[in-house]
């Protein structure tokens, strides 16, 4: 919270008994924007420090579209090996050609789908339209987003809609302390690297 205030940024201390990161962003927003003014509001955590603008951008494509509730980002796979990574979340999603969004029919931690086709996986970074974010953290946890531990089961379960944006290549994300170390020297390159061009 020191950090983003320094920064020039508001920050909100969400109560850390709320269950998911959606349940903090409904928190958030109503003390931030208590009279509604915003229609769509994005989910940005922060373990994504070198995503740039232009592809947070990205996640508000889907919504474009009236009948899409949340829109969020997809990558594609580059191996078999992430493809087996549990802690790389896949979505089940077909782009057209030349699509640059699709609909989200279903999120796995397995490999999915089967075939010989691209694979996507799951930059977990949400637009949500505001009424939707409402209707999603008022709804119970649902079988398959236990069972998956996947909170956006939750939405499809409930026949909301989840389009999926594609971006080339997923920001690095921050998951270990050694991710947190090579984050910490990406950044100091590109602090170090602006200043020295200023």
């Known amino acids: 919270a020191d950090a983003v205030?320094?920064?020039g940024g508001r920050a909100v201390l969400t109560d850390p008994d709320l269950p998911s990161g959606?349940?903090?962003?409904?928190a958030a927003l109503a003390e931030l924007d208590p009279d509604a003014r915003h229609d769509v509001v994005v989910n940005l955590q922060g373990d994504f420090p070198t995503i740039t603008a232009a592809q947070l951008r990205l996640v508000v494509a889907p919504l474009a579209d009236p009948g899409?509730?949340?829109g969020t980002l997809v990558a594609p796979i580059s191996s078999a090996e992430e493809a087996a990574t549990l802690s790389f979340v896949k979505a089940a999603c077909a782009f057209a050609d030349g699509q640059?969004?699709?609909p989200a029919l279903y999120f796995s931690r397995l490999p999915i789908p089967w075939g010989d086709a691209p694979r996507w996986h799951h930059v977990g970074i949400y637009a949500y339209r505001r009424a939707a974010l409402a209707r999603f953290?008022?709804?119970?946890?649902?079988?398959?987003?236990?069972?998956?531990?996947?909170e956006q089961l939750r939405a499809l379960e409930a026949g909301m809609r989840i389009g999926c944006a594609r971006?080339?290549?997923?920001p690095f994300g921050v998951d270990t302390p050694e991710d947190l170390e090579r984050a910490r020297q990406l950044l100091t390159l590109q602090f170090t690297g602006a200043a020295a061009g200023a």
Not at 22 to 26: C, E, K, M, P
Not at 137 to 150: F, I
Not at 167 to 170: A, D, L, P
């Open 167 to 170: 971006m080339e290549h997923g």
């Open 100 to 102: 640059m969004v699709a």
């Open 22 to 26: 959606s349940d903090r962003v409904h």
């Open 5 to 7: 205030r320094a920064a």
């Open 137 to 150: 953290v008022a709804l119970p946890p649902s079988p398959l987003e236990r069972r998956e531990n996947l």
């Open 68 to 70: 899409i509730d949340i």
